[in-house]
């Protein structure tokens, strides 16, 4: 098993990853984002996720678009790989597949794509887009997939789906090598999605218990199709000098909770989740707590000291998590105490566990 890799939410949003009116050192302008990019792959970050959203939601009024800032950043980075989220629904593959393609070229060869089916009504409905019923947008989100790589790997793509058609299409440059596919989700829906086309699967925030039901699944359903997919969670990391610090922060950021925003935000993914065969969408056990932070980041338990949240990242591995992405409050400093102090903690541990795996 190779070693951990780390990611972090690009903050291209206003409001940062907490929807609480608790003052947060975190901007969501270009020029911020800029620095939060150079600092992340300097202390050891491999990956950017950048957001997509285009109307206001859980208090996030201002929005700058992700695969657009993506290729500013990879202008002014080296190393890191930069994933934009998409919706299927407001783009069309084939453009977006030229984009990608375009992203990659641009920062030679670190374009990644997180291919989200979207929860989020008004944003098509407000743009004039129908608006799908749950599974059918898991549909149509694994035809987008078809066709990215239809376009990245034949020299003309024809394709006809229930969703898109493509007839001899070309796509020149393509992508310096194949573009690693994202794609989370809890249902069943989602699951079969992701054992069928997708590269890494994103976990919300969730116990060892749970990261270890979903792995197991997902994993079964990949077998069964002949693939291997890679497993990635997110976590909320509030790294201090003493657990208490870290929870106190915890405590301070859930009791300034913008009480409506978050309500708006869990009535939107209940009306989602409702429309799934098994009732069982993305947030379905989610608490109003849990949704401060949207992808219920607190609950994979990235709270404490260094040494504390290394070893909680030593468990993920182990139950078979390759990818953690982490979302911060202070951005600026807390990304750098990340890097500086939990990354090489991880590291050390990772290479004592080979150690007494080999001597095993």
Do not use: C
Not at 1 to 10: C, E, L, P, R, S
Not at 27 to 34: G, I, L, M, Q, T
Not at 76 to 84: A, E, F, G, Q, R
Not at 334 to 358: C, H, M, N, W, Y
């Amino acid at each position: 098993m190779g070693n951990v890799k780390f990611a972090y939410w690009v903050p291209n949003v206003s409001g940062g990853l907490v929807v609480s009116k608790l003052p947060q050192r975190t901007d969501w302008s270009f020029e911020a984002n800029k620095r939060y990019a150079r600092i992340a792959e300097e202390v050891g970050f491999e990956y950017a996720l950048l957001q997509t959203r285009f109307f206001a939601s859980y208090g996030a009024d201002k929005q700058l678009e992700a695969i657009t800032l993506g290729s500013a950043l990879a202008a002014v980075t080296k190393k890191l790989n930069l994933i934009s989220a998409v919706h299927p629904g407001l783009w069309h593959p084939g453009v977006y597949a030229k984009m990608l393609a375009t992203l990659d070229h641009i920062s030679g060869g670190r374009a990644a794509v997180n291919v989200v089916s979207g929860w989020f009504k008004q944003e098509f409905i407000g743009y004039g887009e129908p608006w799908l019923e749950h599974d059918e947008r898991y549909r149509r989100a694994e035809e987008f997939i078809d066709v990215l790589r239809a376009l990245w790997k034949e020299e003309a793509a024809t394709y006809k789906g229930n969703f898109y058609r493509l007839n001899e299409a070309p796509l020149k440059p393509k992508p310096e090598k194949e573009i690693p596919i994202f794609q989370g989700g809890n249902s069943e829906a989602a699951r079969q999605m992701a054992a069928r086309v997708s590269d890494y699967y994103f976990m919300n925030g969730n116990t060892l218990e749970g990261f270890k039901q979903q792995i197991k699944d997902v994993k079964q359903r990949a077998e069964a199709e002949g693939r291997d997919v890679k497993f990635a969670v997110n976590g909320f990391a509030i790294v201090r000098n003493t657990k208490e610090e870290a929870v106190a922060l915890l405590r301070d950021i859930i009791a300034n909770k913008d009480d409506a925003a978050v309500k708006g935000f869990q009535d939107a993914v209940k009306e989602a989740g409702q429309s799934t065969k098994n009732k069982q969408g993305m947030w379905a056990d989610s608490t109003l707590e849990d949704l401060v932070q949207y992808n219920d980041g607190f609950k994979t338990g990235l709270i404490g000291t260094a040494e504390e949240v290394a070893d909680r990242i030593i468990e993920l591995k182990k139950i078979g998590v390759d990818l953690v992405l982490t979302g911060h409050f202070h951005y600026e400093e807390d990304l750098q105490r990340f890097g500086e102090e939990v990354i090489p903690l991880v590291r050390e541990k990772e290479a004592a566990l080979e150690k007494s795996t080999v001597l095993v």
